[in-house]
């Protein structure tokens, strides 16, 4: 499989089932009257991220993960979202970067040498294993810990909402 197939659509796909739970998530503080900012703030654990925090470091890791295989830049997101309806303009935003792609932007990908910023200098990755052994599991990481996260504050979503469409043949 290209990895322009295992990144972009993947990625976007993904980023419209994060907005999908935002939304469901406002409406859920709505009805409930849950303050957002109980949301914004909500963990699992004390040493995790707090909700906008997984949101915000999925959004980028789906840029990154894209600008890296592709040798593109990716935009600046200052990580200043307060609100729900702010986080969902920024999946937009990623969004709209993701969509620029082609699969011609990945031809170089499977050759590129990916060096992350906390790695040692010099060290580097091939841009197959950065993919499959890091960056892959880092983005559902943190989109599975924001899922549960609105799991866990009652915000009504279910597997289906996770995996999001399949594409079924007939």
Request: aromatic residues 10%; hydrophobic residues 40%; proline residues 6%.
């Amino acid at each position: 499989m290209h990895m322009y197939d295992l990144t972009v659509p993947q990625l976007s796909k993904t980023l419209r089932n994060v907005d999908d739970w935002l939304s469901r998530a406002i409406k859920h503080a709505e009805t409930t009257h849950v303050p957002v900012e109980t949301l914004m703030a909500a963990r699992l654990a004390p040493d995790q991220y707090m909700f906008a925090r997984q949101v915000q470091v999925a959004c980028d890791n789906a840029k990154y993960i894209a600008g890296r295989l592709a040798g593109k830049e990716w935009p600046s997101h200052p990580d200043t979202e307060a609100t729900l309806d702010q986080l969902r303009t920024r999946v937009a935003s990623v969004q709209s970067y993701l969509s620029a792609f082609t699969r011609d932007d990945f031809e170089h990908a499977p050759t590129r040498k990916i060096s992350l910023p906390w790695m040692q200098a010099g060290s580097w990755l091939h841009a197959g294993d950065y993919l499959v052994q890091f960056a892959l599991p880092n983005f559902y990481f943190h989109v599975v810990t924001a899922y549960a996260i609105l799991r866990h504050k009652g915000v009504p979503l279910g597997k289906n909402d996770y995996l999001g469409e399949l594409p079924t043949q007939s």
